[in-house]
């Protein structure tokens, strides 16, 4: 009897030991720390940045890529927390489009209690409000989905946000066709994945548009001024998942990094259309002899168009975007130099020179600039 006593015994201290060490175990788990988060937008050193080869003579185009307005700056930001299980730590929404109706370019030092150590999923949805145009101007929001169903404390749906898209009207009753994304509030979005210590904790992430900025430059070096009536792109896409995917090369929280491939929902030539401006019977703007004029900046989808035609340049690559321009009902088009890919957050800026003997032009692809947010310090 006293040796089936002593056997239990040890048994039964086993036992507490074990909870012991639990609980201990999950002391330790749910220690609760700051993490403070500073919100940037991505400049994507990764995207195909290149000079072209001609001079622009007085014309720098790196002066056009600044952001022009308020649609290019943070007007809203949620930030969801997930846990390693899947489970919704925090869920803030911050509205800036108050009664001021304010936009910053800086954010910075969100604070969150939060479990830790443990690795955490961190989503970042910006302006998630943002609307479509159709050729009318009636306004629908690009991305359908209520943000405020994603509750504390319940599963976060990954895969449904990873397969969310961004897309276009479906109707396109005149070639070209001019819908694009409303310029008032860009959407932006990404999920990074941050490593909690047990104790206070900074991290430093970014957004990416999702989107590619176009601008047009028109130098008119002659004496006489010339009308611009159409201005096409071929192919925009209609289709986009909302956030970007995107295998990188490198590490993407340095410098020392590249974009090497991004998933889009559409390929070859499935759901892209002709893109137009100053369609015929909408009109026609006069370029002033001797002067630059800029056009207001438009935004497209990204994409991966690849051209039925195969056209190569002289390295053998593959040309797959082409732009037109209608001056005095003459048409001039080319394919975009080295522009084999539209990626997201980058902004393609064209400079179109008028000579007296020809009609040339200049393509460069910039990243969008990287942006500091901090809505606490009230700076623009």
Same mark, same amino acid.
């Given at each position: 009897?006293?040796?089936?006593?002593?056997?239990t015994?040890?048994?039964?201290?086993?036992?507490?030991?074990?909870?012991?060490?639990?609980?201990?175990?999950?002391? %330790?788990?749910?220690?609760?720390?700051?993490?403070?988060?500073?919100?940037?937008?991505?400049?994507?050193?990764?995207?195909?940045?290149?000079?072209?080869?001609? %001079?622009?003579? @007085?014309?720098?185009a790196?002066?056009?890529?600044? =952001?022009?307005?308020?649609?290019?700056?943070?007007q809203?930001?949620?930030?969801?927390?997930?846990?390693?299980?899947?489970?919704?730590?925090?869920?803030? $929404?911050? @509205?800036f489009?108050?009664?001021?109706?304010?936009?910053?370019?800086?954010?910075?030092d969100?604070?969150?209690?939060?479990?830790?150590?443990e690795?955490?999923k961190?989503y970042?949805?910006?302006n998630?409000?943002?609307?479509?145009?159709?050729?009318?101007?009636a306004?629908?929001?690009?991305?359908?989905?209520?943000?405020?169903?994603?509750?504390?404390?319940?599963?976060? =749906?990954?895969?449904?946000i990873?397969?969310?898209?961004?897309?276009?009207? @479906?109707?396109?009753?005149?070639?070209?066709?001019?819908?694009?994304?409303?310029?008032?509030?860009?959407?932006?979005?990404?999920?990074?994945?941050?490593?909690?210590?047990?104790?206070?904790?900074h991290?430093?992430?970014?957004?990416?548009?999702a989107?590619?900025?176009?601008?047009?430059?028109?130098?008119?070096?002659?004496?006489? *001024?010339?009308?611009?009536?159409?201005?096409?792109?071929?192919?925009?896409?209609?289709?986009?998942?909302?956030?970007?995917?995107?295998?990188?090369?490198?590490?993407?929280?340095?410098?020392?990094?590249?974009?090497?491939?991004?998933?889009?929902?559409?390929?070859?030539?499935?759901?892209?259309?002709?893109?137009?401006?100053?369609?015929?019977?909408?009109?026609?703007?006069?370029? *002033?002899?001797?002067?630059?004029?800029?056009?207001? %900046?438009?935004y497209?989808?990204?994409?991966? $168009?690849?051209? =039925?035609?195969?056209?190569?340049?002289?390295?053998?690559?593959?040309?797959?975007?082409?732009?037109?321009?209608?001056?005095?009902?003459?048409?001039?088009? %080319?394919?975009?130099?080295?522009?084999? !890919?539209?990626?997201?957050?980058?902004?393609?800026?064209?400079?179109?020179?008028?000579?007296?003997?020809?009609?040339? !032009?200049?393509?460069d692809?910039?990243?969008?600039?990287?942006? !500091?947010?901090? *809505?606490g310090?009230g700076?623009e």
């Amino acid at each position: 009897m006293k040796q089936l006593f002593r056997h239990t015994f040890a048994a039964l201290a086993v036992v507490l030991m074990s909870f012991g060490c639990v609980a201990v175990e999950r002391e %330790s788990y749910d220690v609760m720390s700051e993490l403070t988060i500073s919100v940037s937008v991505s400049n994507t050193p990764g995207a195909p940045v290149t000079k072209a080869p001609e %001079s622009k003579a @007085d014309i720098n185009a790196s002066d056009y890529i600044g =952001p022009a307005h308020d649609g290019e700056k943070i007007q809203t930001l949620r930030i969801v927390i997930v846990r390693p299980d899947g489970t919704i730590e925090h869920n803030r $929404y911050m @509205d800036f489009q108050g009664a001021v109706k304010r936009a910053y370019m800086e954010v910075a030092d969100i604070a969150f209690k939060v479990v830790g150590p443990e690795q955490k999923k961190v989503y970042l949805f910006v302006n998630e409000n943002s609307v479509k145009e159709d050729m009318t101007g009636a306004e629908t929001k690009i991305v359908n989905y209520n943000f405020n169903t994603l509750e504390v404390g319940k599963k976060f =749906p990954a895969d449904e946000i990873a397969d969310l898209k961004i897309s276009l009207f @479906d109707s396109y009753d005149t070639v070209p066709c001019e819908e694009n994304l409303a310029t008032a509030s860009l959407p932006m979005s990404e999920c990074h994945t941050v490593q909690m210590p047990a104790k206070d904790h900074h991290v430093d992430l970014y957004v990416t548009r999702a989107a590619v900025k176009f601008t047009y430059l028109f130098d008119n070096q002659t004496s006489q *001024p010339y009308s611009l009536s159409q201005l096409t792109i071929s192919k925009g896409s209609r289709l986009e998942y909302y956030m970007p995917q995107i295998t990188y090369t490198g590490d993407p929280f340095t410098n020392d990094f590249a974009v090497e491939n991004y998933k889009v929902p559409n390929h070859f030539t499935n759901d892209y259309y002709i893109f137009g401006r100053f369609a015929p019977g909408d009109g026609s703007l006069v370029l *002033p002899a001797g002067k630059v004029t800029p056009l207001p %900046s438009f935004y497209l989808l990204e994409g991966k $168009y690849e051209d =039925p035609k195969k056209v190569v340049d002289s390295n053998g690559k593959q040309l797959n975007y082409s732009m037109s321009a209608t001056l005095d009902g003459v048409i001039h088009e %080319s394919y975009f130099p080295d522009v084999p !890919w539209l990626p997201r957050n980058t902004h393609v800026v064209t400079v179109i020179t008028i000579s007296d003997h020809d009609v040339k !032009w200049t393509v460069d692809v910039y990243p969008y600039g990287e942006y !500091w947010l901090n *809505p606490g310090f009230g700076l623009e």
